[in-house]
């Protein structure tokens, strides 16, 4: 096992390829500044901001999944609202929960029957705390 998204599990076997790529992380501080007459403002860090994750995942028939369910399941997720946890590698990322604040499905390949042979979704994840 690669890593999970709440019960999203991310494998890579013989059988199973679920997995994503194109993986970032952004994190960024939160600052205010107060206004100073006739001078410049003052900056004044206010703590840290909510990291963000972006990955796309790919589905494949030809790798065991079914591209459709696959991108029912994570609608359904993100719909949910549901705050989950995410570790890749045995470790935890961030310092509590995240959140799906996005989702892009993309249908590559549907067969002469309609179905979807082939697809992506871009997923965008929020630290929920």
Known sequence: MIGALGD????ATAETLRTFD????????????HEILG??????????????ISFVMR???RYGVN????LDKLVATERSGK????????????????????LEQ????IDNQGNV???TANISLEEYV
């Not at 999203?8 to 494998?11: C, D, G, M, Y």
């Not at 001078?39 to 963000?52: A, Y």
């Open 8 to 11: 999203i599990v991310f494998i």
């Open 67 to 70: 591209p459709r369910k696959e």
């Open 106 to 109: 993309s249908w590559g390949t």
């Open 83 to 102: 705050a989950m946890s995410l570790t890749i590698g045995g470790k935890g990322l961030g310092v509590g929960l995240w959140i799906i604040t996005s």
């Open 39 to 52: 001078k410049k403002p003052k900056t004044q860090w206010v703590g840290p901001g909510l990291d963000t």
């Open 117 to 119: 042979l082939t697809a």
């Open 59 to 61: 589905f494949d028939v």
């Open 22 to 33: 194109e993986f970032k992380r952004s994190s960024a501080s939160r600052w205010g500044k």
